[in-house]
């Protein structure tokens, strides 16, 4: 039995560029792996099977579209494993079709346990190649910490971080979908008359000012830096977005933002005790469903048990 702890992320910046031919779009996407997280186990099975435990679980598929599966399935044919044996209990924690990557992390988990319960030993840079196949988002669970994903997301580099951020993640009901909150934004870009395609929208960069305010380990310049350009697409979809934000903001946030794609929103605190106001706060305030405080960076995904 193998047990993998893996963390949920929060993009600090989502630079979103124009549509690619092949329907992604270009990033610049400052990765930060929070402590919120998922716990996979692979104990030995027959054939692929899943089940899930926590307050969203209903919401998990448990059938070969579950990242998870598909994870277990790409790692066996890699080493040309004829009938991949394992079962995947997923312990979760991240919100379920939140914009914190938590399908990508539990793909990104079950690479990693099943690589140890079926002895594969398989190195670092061909697990984040097979990441990349799974998701724009699994190779960072891998990694973890801050990095700048390129690409779609997929071509990391490590960051410089220094000291803990404190945050708090507001919860909402029901998911949003990731590729209809990039085709919102692509709406939102052609309505205002500035275009979505790769030649009429500039490639975005990281903020420089941003990867200052990391290194330096400042919640305050780093609340003056998060941008998120899919943030405006959520609360077109999800205007009830806003009046969250707002009440965080109230609550005393150095800064708020939409996760990802969304729909949990994201807030930064000056410390642990300012996270643990704002999180009651959010929770009495009826603009979500839930509110965890929380921190980072932490590590990727890593085996936290091992039993035969
Ligand atoms: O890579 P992944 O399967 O996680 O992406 C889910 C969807 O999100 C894609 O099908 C696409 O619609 C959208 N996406 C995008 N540009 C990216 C990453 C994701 O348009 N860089």
């Given amino acids: 039995m193998v047990t993998v702890r893996v963390p949920a992320k ?45 307050p969203d679980a209903a919401a998990v598929p448990l059938d070969d579209s579950n990242l998870a599966a598909r994870a277990a399935r790409l790692l066996a044919a890699r080493h040309g494993l004829a009938e991949p044996g394992v079962h995947l209990h997923i312990d979760k924690a991240i919100p379920v079709a939140g ?12 690479l990693l346990a099943c690589d140890a319960l079926w002895g594969l030993d398989t190195p670092l840079p061909v697990l984040l190649e097979l990441a990349a196949e ?14 700048l994903g390129r690409g779609r997301g997929e071509l990391l580099e490590p960051l410089p971080v220094a000291g803990t951020f404190h945050w708090v993640f507001a919860v909402a009901d029901g998911g949003l979908s990731t590729p209809a909150v990039f085709r919102e934004c692509d709406r939102l870009r052609e309505e205002s008359g500035l275009g979505s395609s790769i030649d009429q929208v500039p490639t975005p960069d990281a903020d420089p000012a941003l990867l200052a305010a990391l290194a330096d380990g400042d919640p305050v310049a780093l609340a ?58 959010l929770r009495a305030s009826g603009t979500c469903r ?17 039993s035969a």
């Avoid at 270009?26 to 899943?50: C, H, I, K, R, S």
């Avoid at 914190?100 to 793909?107: E, L, P, Q, V, Y």
């Avoid at 799974?134 to 990095?147: K, M, N, R």
């Fill in 224 to 281: 003056a830096a998060l941008a998120n350009d899919l943030q405006a697409a959520a609360v077109s979809l999800r205007p009830s977005l806003a009046d969250t934000l707002h009440a965080g903001t109230e609550a005393g946030a150095l800064a708020a933002l939409v996760s990802g794609s969304g729909p949990t929103c994201a807030f930064l605190a000056k410390d642990a005790d300012a996270a643990a106001h704002i999180a009651a706060a």
């Fill in 99 to 110: 914009g914190m990557a938590g399908g990508s992390a539990d793909g990104a988990a079950a």
């Fill in 10 to 54: 929060v993009n600090v910046q989502l630079g979103v560029g124009g549509v690619r031919p092949d329907g992604y779009h270009d990033l610049a996407n400052v990765f930060f792996a929070v402590a919120l997280g998922d716990q996979v186990t692979a104990t030995p099975g027959t054939g692929v099977t899943l089940s899930c435990d926590g």
């Fill in 134 to 147: 799974l998701g724009s988002d699994v190779p960072f669970a891998l990694l973890g910490g801050v990095a």
């Fill in 290 to 306: 839930t509110a965890h405080p929380t921190h980072g960076p932490v590590p990727g995904a890593r085996v936290v048990h091992t």
